[in-house]
């Protein structure tokens, strides 16, 4: 299976964010999950798809086509794409909100992750489009922010992003799969899932954990 060719509705029934950063860790990426502040806007929101970053600085005065880039980013978005923002933590700015989460999901994108703020979250919720956020603040970016290039390599939320990786998200936070190990990250996840499974039963029925994790060897 290509990275083009993953399921990610099935990702998204199947996996979740402990087992794949335990899977990560493993492999020697120890730095994938993002900070713990960036949250679902509402609890019950998961989201698994490839990323497309998007990279902003902060301005301090109106420059003329202020959304151009803004515009350009989310209408290159494609069927499973995630977009990522960078604001490098930006507490001026709201980079995202209900109108650019009306077009990403026309588009077919799965959902948005943001290092910094977001608005309109009522209406997202509404629409059950899962944005990730570090907050909300109902501010719009003109004059406070400004798109300069996205499909770049960023620093999202303290981890590197490129477009391409995997995103895996939920109420636990978010990680991001390199696409180099996406194949064998997923394999030794769902190994990992059966092996969890199995144990869960066995804990159940009033098993001891250390034998339990003799036997398995997962917590």
Known sequence: ?????????????ELYTGVICDVLDSLGHRQQAMHADVRPVHPDMTLVGRARTVLSVDVYHIPENCYEQEIAFVD?????????????RSTRTGLWGELLSTAARARRARGAVM??????????????????????????SRGRSIVIDYD???????????????????????????????EETLARARAKVQQE????A???????????????GVL
Not at 157 to 163: F, I
């Open 1 to 13: 299976m290509t990275l083009g060719e993953l399921d990610f509705d099935a990702m998204q029934r």
């Open 76 to 88: 290159a978005l494609l069927p499973g794409d995630v977009a990522v923002g960078c604001t490098n």
């Open 115 to 140: 290092d910094g703020y977001v608005r309109d979250v009522r209406r997202i919720i509404d629409m059950g489009f899962p944005v990730f956020a570090a907050g909300m603040r109902p501010v719009d």
């Open 152 to 182: 770049i390599p960023v620093e999202c939320a303290g981890v590197l992003v490129r477009s391409g990786d995997i995103i895996f998200a939920d109420v636990d936070g978010v990680a991001v799969i390199p696409q180099e190990v996406t």
């Open 197 to 200: 499974d199995a144990s869960r």
């Open 202 to 216: 066995e804990l159940e029925r009033g098993g001891y954990l250390r034998d339990v994790y003799a036997r398995y």
